[in-house]
């Protein structure tokens, strides 16, 4: 919804938790909400994400919808929500209870995310064990 964020005070809430915006989330959520704004500018759908179906009504956009812009592109929505997941991981250490807390995830998938987390923190810089790409820059 589009009073699940606020870029001046940087934070942005995903199922009901308030999380802070990182450094490069900003200009892409501005880019888009002028997007949305030009594109349907007498819309009363409160939803951050909308289309062409759900801006006449008052409906979020399908998982499917959402989905379906990503297909072909690089970053898939997985591969995303993955990444997004070391990137705070690497800082905290691969600390089970904060990622449970930050990503609002069972015990047993934090502990999985938790070793992962550890297995990249314990690899040299030249291995890439999850077989992820990363950026070297």
């Known amino acids: 919804m589009l009073e699940d964020f606020d870029i001046g005070n940087r934070w942005l809430a995903i199922a009901g938790r308030v999380r802070p915006l990182d450094d490069l989330t900003p ?4 880019d888009w909400l002028e ?8 819309t009363a759908n409160l939803h951050l994400l909308i289309n062409n179906q759900t ?3 008052t409906t979020r956009a399908s998982n499917h ?6 297909r072909g592109q690089a970053a898939t929505l ?3 929500h993955v990444d ?7 800082p905290q250490g691969p600390d ?6 930050v990503f609002g995830l069972d015990e047993k998938i934090a502990v999985r995310h938790a070793d992962s987390a550890r297995q990249l923190l314990l ?4 291995e890439n064990p999850g077989g992820t790409v990363r950026d070297a820059g």
Not at 65 to 70: E, L, T, V, W
């Open 27 to 30: 200009k892409p959520l501005l």
């Open 35 to 42: 997007h949305r704004r030009t594109r349907w500018p007498n």
């Open 55 to 57: 801006a006449n009504r």
């Open 65 to 70: 919808r959402i989905s379906a812009a990503m």
């Open 78 to 80: 997985e591969r995303l």
């Open 84 to 90: 997004r997941q070391l990137e705070e991981t690497m």
């Open 96 to 101: 089970r209870l904060h990622l449970a807390e």
């Open 123 to 126: 690899a040299s810089p030249g």
